[in-house]
């Protein structure tokens, strides 16, 4: 069992950047890989970033590349999302999720633990 809590969310003007962070509980953080999703009302969670157990490997999508950073801190049970160069559409909630295994990892349905949820807010 995994438990996951997002923070780090909040409002922002567009350009600027926020730093989500995502704390998990039990000792097998660094089984998992670890994805980053969103989701705006009305629409279907999306994929933003995953980032392999081990940390060697991350993926993107192509909304987001160049601007989002994943890294995780298997120390500490952490993994990060940096966000630059915002824009007033990557306005949702964010979600971290986890996963074993480190194939599959951009559908939300392969993810096994999910957080609550921490809101971006970007305005223009």
């Known amino acids: 069992q995994v438990q996951l809590v997002e923070s780090g969310g909040g409002s922002v003007q567009a350009g600027g950047s926020l730093r989500l962070s995502c704390a998990a509980s039990?000792?097998?953080?660094?089984?998992?890989?670890m994805g980053w999703f969103r989701q705006v009302l009305g629409k279907e969670r999306e994929f933003a970033a995953a980032?392999?157990?081990?940390?060697?490997?991350?993926y993107y999508a192509d909304s987001v590349k160049g601007r989002f950073t994943i890294s995780r801190d298997n120390a500490k049970n952490t993994v990060y999302l940096q966000m630059n160069s915002l824009k007033p559409e990557d306005t949702g909630v964010y979600y971290c999720?986890?996963?074993?295994?480190?194939?599959?990892?951009?559908?939300?349905?392969?993810?096994?633990?999910w957080g609550q949820g921490t809101q971006v807010t970007v305005s223009s």
């Open positions: 039990g000792r097998t953080f660094r089984s998992y890989a």
């Open positions: 980032i392999k157990s081990s940390g060697d490997l991350t």
């Open positions: 999720a986890a996963k074993l295994g480190g194939a599959g990892l951009t559908p939300s349905y392969n993810y096994n633990y």
